[in-house]
């Protein structure tokens, strides 16, 4: 049989008295704990006011800090030292340089030169665009996301096409002279002796192989339609333009090819990631003009 | 009674080593970056809470080892050849921090390389002109001759006054093809490839469409201690030899 004082003790968590005392701990252990994680939190999180310099940076200017990061790359830039290499002159002169940079910026949004100045406008825009796209660039799509944006958008993945191809000039009146099938006017193009007889040039217009996009600017538009269907080894009939009779023919003809997946990847990702910005940038545009109150003047209503 | 101080007793503990934990990270930030790869307390600290780091945030695209994608363009991390900067662990910060083309004012941006295969090779700079196919044939021959591989004479001679020349290959790449760390310009004439598997074909890709890959800037995600620390974890992988975590 246990004694009053082992029940006692067996049923102390039922004691009022000692119920409360353990209630009160925990509560002061949970407002400690909650106290010392606000605290932790208020004074270290970036770019909140403090009065001893965080450690990731070198100096605070009106509680705005400077980071250590880039005094060291500014350290590198301007005296090719890393810290431990640095005379204290050379570490001065740089946390002077950079504490003098931080008062001017801190003077310029007194002055609110982002109203009047258009470079710091456009910093500001650029600053800006960066925060909404951040997120897109951040982000890796997967490879399923990729190939679908790769197999919607064909006509973006394609190789240049190559070709070389002789364009010659005749003069208007050998016109029926140069009638005839493929294969005659082939040899017509190919055979020197022909083509001083029928008073045929090398337009020069295109010098060996060719992108096709050289080949259209060379051309123009009305050769190099002609030019891209022909197949190696093939002439084409006569063209008739403004300085004579043009005879295409084609030694080469590499048509534009679609890269495979592995080979467009960089630009398939570069892309999409371009799009999502789009997006997010269209996006944000519409926010900020939904919430802003704009007015337009009435004559440009 | 008994339990209130064993809840004491672990919040004292769980604080204390926070506060261990956060005094070591200040002692981080606060010492030279590259003086710190002696120190191996340091060392042990930042690379150990690092890797975590780098698997939630980077492995995404350099890989788990941080081996890369040759096929993706993404550089190889443990191979100790360094596209941008020296592999510096101050070298590798900056590049976590801003990251390389991400439209950060100060992310590493100085140059790309133009798609000498489009009618506008570099839509910034309009000096730039494209290629003809066999004038990029041509300095593919030359680089695989400075590569010390087998090339054709003639055409390897053509590019290399192409290269030095009107195609202004030098004013990235050097005259000497060795590159230029500062603006990110590979060496072409070493056997590290970033495109690729170094062939004529994956070379004339490269030329002909040109090469602009990014990496983003976690200046905004990441804490500065948590990018010194990813940097230090980099800087292990890419020092097998010299640098051990344990």
Same mark, same amino acid.
């Given at each position: 049989?246990?004694?009053?004082?082992?029940?006692?003790?067996?049923?102390?968590?039922?004691?009022?008295?000692?119920?409360?005392?353990?209630?009160?701990?925990?509560?002061?252990?949970?407002?400690?704990?909650?106290?010392?994680?606000?605290?932790?939190?208020?004074?270290?999180?970036?770019?909140?006011?403090?009065?001893?310099?965080?450690?990731?940076?070198?100096?605070? =200017?009106?509680?705005? /800090?400077?980071?250590?990061?880039?005094?060291? $790359? &500014?350290?590198? !830039?301007?005296?090719?030292? @890393?810290?431990?290499?640095?005379?204290?002159?050379?570490?001065?002169?740089?946390?002077?340089?950079?504490?003098?940079?931080?008062?001017?910026?801190?003077?310029?949004?007194?002055?609110?030169?982002?109203?009047?100045?258009?470079?710091?406008?456009?910093?500001?825009?650029?600053?800006?665009?960066?925060?909404?796209?951040?997120?897109?660039?951040?982000?890796?799509?997967?490879?399923?996301?990729?190939?679908?944006?790769?197999?919607?958008?064909?006509?973006?993945?394609?190789?240049?096409?190559?070709?070389?191809?002789?364009?010659?000039?005749?003069? =208007?009146?050998?016109? /029926?002279?140069?009638?005839?099938?493929?294969? $005659? &006017?082939?040899? !017509?193009?190919?055979?020197? @002796?022909?083509?001083?007889?029928?008073?045929?040039?090398?337009?020069?217009?295109?010098?060996?192989?060719?992108?096709?996009?050289?080949?259209?600017?060379?051309?123009?538009?009305?050769?190099?339609?002609?030019?891209?269907?022909?197949?190696?080894?093939?002439?084409?009939?006569?063209?008739?333009?403004?300085?004579?009779?043009?005879?295409?023919?084609?030694?080469?003809?590499?048509?534009?090819?679609?890269?495979?997946?592995?080979?467009?990847?960089?630009?398939?990702?570069?892309?999409?990631?371009?799009?999502?910005?789009?997006?997010?940038?269209?996006?944000?545009?519409?926010?900020?003009?939904?919430?802003?109150?704009?007015?337009?003047?009435?004559?440009?209503? | 009674?008994?339990?209130?101080?064993?809840?004491?007793?672990?919040?004292?503990?769980?604080?204390?080593?926070?506060?261990?934990?956060?005094?070591?990270?200040?002692?981080?930030?606060?010492?030279?970056?590259?003086?710190?790869?002696?120190?191996?307390?340091?060392?042990?600290?930042?690379?150990?809470?690092?890797?975590?780091?780098?698997?939630?945030?980077?492995?995404?695209?350099?890989?788990?080892?941080?081996?890369?994608?040759?096929?993706?363009?993404?550089?190889?991390?443990?191979?100790?050849?360094?596209?941008?900067?020296?592999?510096?662990?101050?070298?590798?910060?900056?590049?976590?921090?801003?990251?390389?083309?991400?439209?950060?004012?100060?992310?590493?941006?100085?140059?790309?390389?133009?798609?000498?295969?489009?009618?506008?090779?570099?839509?910034?700079?309009?000096?730039?002109?494209?290629?003809?196919?066999?004038?990029?044939?041509?300095?593919?021959?030359?680089?695989?001759?400075?590569?010390?591989?087998?090339?054709?004479?003639?055409?390897?001679?053509?590019?290399?006054?192409?290269?030095?020349?009107?195609?202004?290959?030098?004013?990235?790449?050097?005259?000497?093809?060795?590159?230029?760390?500062?603006?990110?310009?590979?060496?072409?004439?070493?056997?590290?490839?970033?495109?690729?598997?170094?062939?004529?074909?994956?070379?004339?890709?490269?030329?002909?469409?040109?090469?602009?890959?990014?990496?983003?800037?976690?200046?905004?995600?990441?804490?500065?201690?948590?990018?010194?620390?990813?940097?230090?974890?980099?800087?292990?992988?890419?020092?097998?030899?010299?640098?051990?975590?344990?």
């Amino acid at each position: 049989m246990p004694t009053d004082h082992e029940q006692v003790k067996a049923g102390s968590w039922r004691d009022p008295l000692q119920v409360n005392r353990r209630s009160f701990a925990l509560m002061a252990l949970g407002a400690i704990i909650g106290l010392s994680l606000a605290g932790y939190s208020l004074f270290t999180v970036r770019g909140v006011s403090s009065l001893s310099v965080p450690a990731e940076d070198v100096a605070l =200017v009106n509680q705005q /800090p400077i980071s250590r990061s880039d005094f060291l $790359a &500014l350290l590198q !830039t301007l005296y090719g030292v @890393d810290l431990s290499h640095a005379t204290p002159e050379q570490r001065r002169q740089v946390l002077n340089d950079m504490i003098r940079e931080e008062l001017f910026v801190q003077r310029g949004k007194e002055l609110d030169l982002a109203s009047v100045d258009p470079e710091v406008r456009s910093a500001l825009v650029n600053a800006v665009e960066l925060e909404i796209s951040e997120s897109a660039i951040t982000a890796q799509p997967s490879e399923a996301t990729l190939r679908d944006f790769y197999a919607q958008h064909p006509e973006r993945y394609v190789a240049e096409g190559i070709m070389n191809v002789r364009d010659w000039l005749f003069p =208007v009146d050998e016109l /029926p002279r140069l009638a005839g099938s493929q294969e $005659a &006017l082939k040899a !017509t193009v190919t055979t020197p @002796d022909v083509l001083v007889r029928l008073h045929g040039r090398d337009s020069g217009k295109t010098i060996g192989d060719e992108f096709y996009f050289a080949a259209r600017i060379h051309l123009g538009e009305q050769l190099f339609a002609i030019a891209r269907e022909l197949p190696e080894g093939a002439a084409s009939s006569p063209i008739t333009l403004s300085d004579g009779i043009h005879v295409l023919y084609m030694v080469k003809n590499t048509q534009p090819a679609r890269l495979d997946f592995a080979k467009a990847y960089p630009k398939v990702l570069t892309d999409y990631r371009n799009r999502a910005i789009e997006q997010l940038k269209a996006g944000d545009e519409s926010f900020l003009r939904k919430r802003a109150n704009v007015r337009i003047a009435d004559d440009l209503r | 009674m008994r339990f209130t101080i064993v809840i004491i007793l672990a919040f004292l503990i769980g604080a204390a080593v926070f506060a261990e934990i956060g005094q070591t990270e200040r002692r981080l930030l606060r010492a030279d970056p590259d003086a710190l790869t002696a120190d191996p307390d340091l060392r042990r600290f930042a690379v150990r809470r690092g890797q975590p780091l780098f698997l939630v945030h980077c492995a995404v695209c350099h890989g788990a080892a941080g081996a890369g994608d040759r096929i993706k363009g993404v550089p190889d991390l443990t191979d100790g050849d360094w596209l941008y900067g020296g592999g510096r662990v101050a070298d590798i910060e900056r590049i976590i921090e801003y990251g390389i083309r991400f439209r950060h004012p100060k992310t590493w941006s100085l140059a790309v390389m133009p798609a000498y295969g489009q009618p506008q090779p570099n839509p910034a700079d309009p000096n730039i002109h494209p290629l003809a196919p066999g004038q990029i044939d041509d300095l593919i021959e030359f680089l695989l001759r400075q590569q010390g591989r087998e090339a054709n004479a003639a055409a390897a001679s053509r590019g290399a006054a192409l290269y030095a020349g009107d195609a202004g290959c030098y004013d990235c790449h050097a005259l000497d093809a060795k590159g230029d760390a500062a603006i990110g310009a590979p060496n072409l004439t070493d056997a590290v490839s970033l495109y690729g598997d170094g062939s004529r074909e994956a070379l004339f890709l490269s030329i002909a469409q040109g090469r602009q890959g990014v990496c983003p800037a976690w200046i905004m995600t990441l804490s500065a201690a948590g990018i010194r620390e990813t940097a230090f974890y980099v800087y292990s992988i890419s020092h097998r030899e010299g640098f051990h975590a344990d």
